[in-house]
């Protein structure tokens, strides 16, 4: 008698337990990593928020998942590696799909087209093209880590050449350039747009000079998140749930 009721006691707390740890992975709340001086697609409100196209992306997702999400701003070139060491879940951050990222991470399908350009002051007075920008002698500001700071190495042929100025975060880079402390900026162009738009003063020089395309990225196991973040993404796009997040943050 005696015995059954400790073995009864012992199988009750082990289903609690069990049930427990569950109900504790359900609930968790998913970490959202980005890098939250890119306007439109993530910036922060006077709240301290952070907001954008990517935001709602991620949260129409989410919802769509039933998943409670976190957004979380760190240095755009630790994104990646913080998947790699299980500190984020997920990544959004208008991050260009390539080869070498698609070897640590794993992609979604593409959710929205871009290239590179170059920013200049509005007043800049010399002529210069991509090719001209060693023989000038000009200073060169990208955000550290991103497809702008490669297509910086590839002009100067080193990532730590001295004009080749790396900065931490966008604004930054943007404010120098209106100072006159640098002489171009090479980013992405809709924010590049964004930025021009809300300081002045700038304008963007040429053509846009890359393609890419930005995806959603988890850790290279997690193969099951990265199914039900594309179902979503499909469905969303079908909804024309995408296409209202596209006219809120880039309509007129
Ligand atoms: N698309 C570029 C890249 O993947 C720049 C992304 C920067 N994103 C950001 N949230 N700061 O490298």
């Keep these: 008698m005696k015995r059954s009721v400790v073995l009864l006691t012992v199988l009750l707390l082990c289903v609690a337990a069990f049930s427990g740890c569950i109900k504790s992975g359900d609930n968790k709340v998913l970490k959202v990593g980005t890098e939250a001086t890119f306007p439109p697609f993530e910036t922060t409100d006077e709240n301290e928020n952070i907001v954008g196209f990517d935001v709602d992306l991620i949260t129409a997702i989410a919802e769509d998942n039933g998943w409670e999400i976190e957004m979380v701003h760190l240095p755009f070139d630790s994104l990646i590696e913080s998947l790699q060491t299980d500190k984020l879940d997920i990544v959004i951050a208008a991050m260009t799909i390539d080869e070498e990222r698609s070897e640590k991470v794993l992609f979604s399908t593409p959710y929205f087209d871009a290239s590179q350009v170059m920013v200049i002051r509005e007043d800049e007075e010399r002529e210069f093209g991509l090719d001209d920008i060693v023989e000038q002698n000009l200073l060169v500001a990208v955000q550290m880590g991103t497809t702008g700071s490669y297509e910086g190495e590839a002009i100067f042929g080193s990532e730590d050449h001295p004009n080749l100025r790396q900065y931490k975060r966008v604004n930054e880079a943007f404010m120098d350039l209106k100072n006159g402390r640098v002489d171009l900026v090479i980013i992405d162009e809709p924010v590049a747009k ?5 300081l002045g003063g700038m304008k963007i020089l040429g053509e846009p000079f890359t393609n890419e395309q930005y995806g959603i ?10 199914e039900k973040i594309n179902a979503s993404l499909a469905k969303i796009k079908d909804s024309g749930k995408y296409d209202e997040i596209f006219e809120k943050w880039f309509g007129e």
Aim: aromatic share 6%.
């Design 194 to 198: 964004n930025y021009i738009a809300h």
């Design 217 to 226: 990225a988890v850790k290279k196991t997690n193969t099951d998140m990265m």
